[in-house]
């Protein structure tokens, strides 16, 4: 594992790094605007120094820092284009690449795990690796029975990579924080931090796309593949083709980009409500366009990586969808008193409820229409608007509070509607949220 950043000292100083370059830059900017230059343009050059510096940081490495670069690379589409243009190539990257494992280590590892003679399992192993991810990487390979399957293997020591990086990172979040606007790094980081024990373990990723498998075998819209074997740190699935969501992104056609957005959304929906799961990873890397020779409307959407899911028995909590409908209704004493029982509110917070309608309305458009396109132009606002000290929007917005319960499904939320931007999707969202959001489809005839 000589080839691979992983010793501690080394991947501490390589992060460490991080924050000395961005207050070096951060001095430099002060003398610029000192001199006469405006500040928009200096702010400018400073987030493209910084997010430079960062994404050739953190493509170097595995564990926690390659986990949170996939997590911040949906919310790409936020950042002011003449900020985002030049470096989206380099963080998208992080969706689908790292440096491979060598062979002899992935040899080892499968032979602790299956036994020496793993090669019995397969009637043939691809040592080059499909693809690489933060804590493993997936080799193609066939099964004894003429599966072709994919063979996810767990990197060494990527425990601790996992928590020293998020460690780490947790300390200069607040320097990384204007890299996206309106998002609160620091949250996010703690909550990754929380979810590392559960992604660690494959027999509970095998469980969680068991169900799921169950639940949409022979679904006309999702495809998720089944569990072939899981012994420790190795899991094995059916090997799912298709065309990954990142290169739909790119160069997809409008209709290709639309269909994979819509299902993308129902998923998001449909997901918890059937399974009682919510798939908690949704950047583009886990998730594939399944194209066949019909037309768009009935390809599919393959799902992926089932490492980090939140359980909710019920689906998605009513509330939210309680509080959409009464938000659409333009009931605003109804959506604060919703925020106050349910946490987002504290007691001693008081808060003028058309005030919080004004805030939630533009992040609801969504759900207001019956087709809706999402647009990077259309996040960069929200963003900004929420970003910006000058607006109402962002002195509401730090009143308000996230309880733990809906953590998860917040991140989850942003992220989806991130990947959604970048896709440029145009679809009928609302009718998604109508089938499958608790709460939400109750008296919306009469909205």
């Known amino acids: 594992m000589s080839d691979l ?68 690379s949906v919310f790409e589409a936020a950042l002011p284009e003449e900020v985002a243009g030049p470096y989206r190539a380099a963080l998208t990257k992080l969706q689908d690449a790292a440096p491979p494992m060598p062979a002899a280590s992935v040899h080892t590892a499968l032979a602790q795990r299956l036994g ?28 004894q029975d003429g599966r072709q399957v994919a063979v996810k293997v767990q990197y060494p020591g990527a425990g601790e990579a996992l928590l020293s990086d998020l460690g780490q990172l947790s300390r200069v979040a607040w320097l990384l924080g204007p890299l996206i606007p309106g998002l609160d790094i620091k949250p996010l980081i703690t909550e990754l931090r929380d979810r590392v024990t559960e992604e660690l373990d494959y027999a509970l990723e ?29 899991l094995v699935s059916e090997w799912l083709d298709g065309t990954p969501l990142a290169e739909v992104i790119n160069s997809g056609t409008k209709a290709e980009r639309d ?100 805030y939630l309305r533009p ?20 963003a900004a608007r929420i970003a910006d000290p000058r607006s109402p929007a962002y002195n509401l917005g730090k009143q308000l509070n996230l309880p733990p319960d809906y953590l998860l499904i917040h991140r989850v939320t942003l992220s989806t509607i991130g990947v959604l931007c970048q896709l440029g999707a145009q679809a009928p969202f609302r009718a998604e949220m109508l089938d499958s959001l608790p709460g939400f489809a109750e008296e919306s005839s009469g909205q």
Request: charged fraction near 25%; avoid cysteine.
């Open 363 to 382: 992040i609801i458009e969504p759900a207001a229409v019956d087709d809706f396109h999402f647009t990077r132009a259309w996040m960069r606002a929200q």
């Open 116 to 143: 020496r003679d793993w090669r019995a399992n397969f009637r043939s192993f691809d040592d080059r690796p499909a693809a690489a991810a933060s804590i493993g990487q997936v080799h193609r390979a066939v099964w």
């Open 5 to 72: 950043p992983r010793k501690a000292v080394t991947r501490t100083a390589r992060l460490a790094a991080l924050p000395l370059g961005i207050a070096g830059r951060a001095t430099l900017g002060l003398g610029k605007r000192i001199g006469g230059r405006s500040a928009e343009v200096v702010t400018a050059e400073l987030q493209q120094a910084t997010a430079d510096q960062l994404f050739k940081v953190l493509g170097e490495l595995k564990g926690g820092a390659m986990k949170f670069g996939q997590v911040l």
């Open 206 to 234: 095998a469980e969680a796309q068991r169900v799921h498998a169950e639940e949409f075998s022979g679904d006309p819209d999702i495809a998720v593949p089944a569990v072939v074997a899981q012994a420790d740190q190795v």
């Open 259 to 358: 269909r994979a957005g819509h299902l993308l959304a129902r998923f998001l929906f449909a997901g918890p409500a059937r399974t009682g799961l919510l798939h908690a990873d949704p950047h583009p890397g886990n998730f594939r366009l399944l194209k066949d020779d019909g037309p768009v409307g009935g390809w599919r959407l393959g799902v992926l990586d089932f490492g980090t899911v939140d359980r909710l028995p019920g689906g998605l909590p009513t509330p939210i969808g309680n509080a959409l409908r009464m938000a659409l209704a333009g009931d605003a004493e109804g959506v604060l008193e919703m925020l106050r029982a349910e946490g987002f509110v504290k007691p001693t917070i008081q808060l003028d409820p058309d005030a919080v309608l004004d």
